[in-house]
C-alpha cells in the first residue's frame, strides 16, 4: 500500500554500525546496550518520493518513522477539501500516532512534501522496548512531551481569529519550513485559502 522503497542491506555503515534510532534515543537519554543491538537489527532504513503516500486510511498504522531527511505532512479529506493537522521535518517521529496501541485504521493521510529517507520503526518494537527497558519509557515520556507540546502549538494557532496573527505566530515557531514547504500546505496548516495568505503575505 505505501510508497516506501528499502534501503541497503548493509544497513548502517555510514553511522558507525548503529542505527540512527539508537543515535536518536541515546541523545535523549541513554540506552543500554543490548536494547541498542535491538533496535540496530529491528529498524530498517527507507525512502518515499515527493508527493507519494506513506499511509492511507483504512490502513492501520503499524510502523512510526524517524525522519532522517525530507519533510513530510498529514492531512485528512472534508468534504473534498484537504485539511493539513501536521507538518514534520528532519528528526521528528512520524507515523499515525491518533491509531497507535489500538490497532484501528488510520483516517489521515501521509504525504511526502520532499523526497523522504526515513527509519522504520516496528510498533511491536517500541512495545517491547518499553516492557523491558525502564530507559525506553523515559525516552517514550520525552518524545510525548515533546508531542503534546507541539499539538497544543497546533491546537492554539488553529484558535487565533486573525490570518495576519495565524502566519507571524507560524513564522516565530516554523521558521525554518516557511520558505521550504508550498504555500498551499501552509495554508491548509493554518485553516485558511491560499488566497488570504498571498495576501497577508503581500501586506507583511
Known sequence: MTSITPGKTDKWTTTNGHSPVSIFFNAIHPIPQEAVELIDKETFPAFIQKGKFLLKPGHTGDVIYLIMKGVMRAFIKESGKEITTWINEENEIVGSIRSLGLHVPSDEYLQAIEDCHLISIPYKLVEHLYDTYVEANIIGRKILEKNYREAEE???????????????????????L?????????????????ETLSRVRSRM
Not at 154 to 176: G, L, N, V, W
Not at 185 to 190: M, N
Request: hydrophobic share 40%; no cysteine.
Open 154 to 176: 497546533r491546537a492554539y494557532i488553529s484558535r487565533i481569529p486573525s490570518a495576519e496573527k495565524k502566519y507571524r505566530r507560524f513564522i516565530e515557531t516554523r521558521a525554518q
Open 178 to 194: 516557511v520558505n521550504r514547504v508550498s504555500l498551499k500546505y501552509i495554508a491548509s496548516y493554518l485553516g485558511m485559502t491560499l
